[in-house]
């Protein structure tokens, strides 16, 4: 398998505009998560998706945040309007819904908004 | 919200065992204890987890109190790849309580 994938790798933005990051889980997973790191805030759980229907979303921090996952094999975050304290890395991780299963972590997306 | 205090940093020589110590005093009976690592930039890596027992995988072992209010990640014979950030997190199971919530972890410099 060739793990949690996230494009784009690294993302460049000007404030105003649209950004969606994309995530592919692992085939057979059904919960996908997806958090935010930064060196002020370290690892924030933004959302939380099981067999596709968002479980939490108490970690999405405004309205200008949303999440979706139509399929069991793909996942969007969108950020419109963007802004400059929106800058981070961004990850997506997979898993079973089963607590012998740890989460796998995509490589992330380095969102940079100028 | 994170139910785990570690230390922000430890030193360990290369080839020596490194014990990175984790207090979850606050744990209940159905929540577990998970360890995770991230390498600089990289997404964080699960490593291992366990309930009550003792547990051991390739890469690590874990001892777990058992009034479970404590534990330790045993890395047997430090590297230099294994300079990392390591969580330890509690974890629920089910609905709402699924989800891995960091706290600010342990920086383990590994020493050449």
């Known amino acids: 398998d060739a793990g949690v994938i996230q494009s784009p790798r690294h993302e460049v933005t000007e404030m105003g505009q649209e950004v969606t990051l994309r995530c592919k889980p692992i085939?057979?997973?059904?919960?996908l998560f997806w958090y935010r790191q930064t060196m002020m805030r370290g690892l924030e759980l933004l959302i939380y998706f099981n067999n596709n229907v968002p479980i939490d979303d108490s970690g999405m921090p405004e309205d200008r945040f949303s999440a979706k996952m139509p399929n069991a094999s793909f996942s969007t975050l969108k950020i419109q309007p963007s802004e400059p304290r929106d800058s981070a890395v961004y990850f997506c991780?997979?898993?079973?819904?089963?607590?012998?299963?740890?989460?796998?972590f995509g490589s992330g997306t380095r969102l940079t908004v100028v | 919200d994170a139910k785990t205090t570690q230390p922000p940093s430890m030193d360990c020589a290369e080839g020596r065992a490194a014990n990175l110590p984790c207090n979850h005093s606050t744990i209940s009976g159905n929540e577990y204890v998970y360890w995770y690592r991230q390498i600089h930039s990289q997404g964080p890596q699960y490593i291992i987890h366990?309930?009550?027992n003792n547990e051991t995988n390739e890469m690590a072992s874990l001892i777990i109190t058992e009034d479970r209010k404590s534990s330790t990640l045993i890395l047997p014979h430090a590297t230099l790849r294994d300079t990392a950030v390591y969580y330890c997190i509690v974890r629920g199971y089910g609905g709402a309580t699924n989800k891995l919530i960091f706290g600010t972890g342990t920086l383990l410099a590994v020493q050449p």
């Open positions: 085939s057979g997973h059904n919960s």
């Open positions: 991780a997979s898993s079973l819904d089963n607590p012998n299963y740890g989460y796998t």
């Open positions: 366990g309930l009550k």
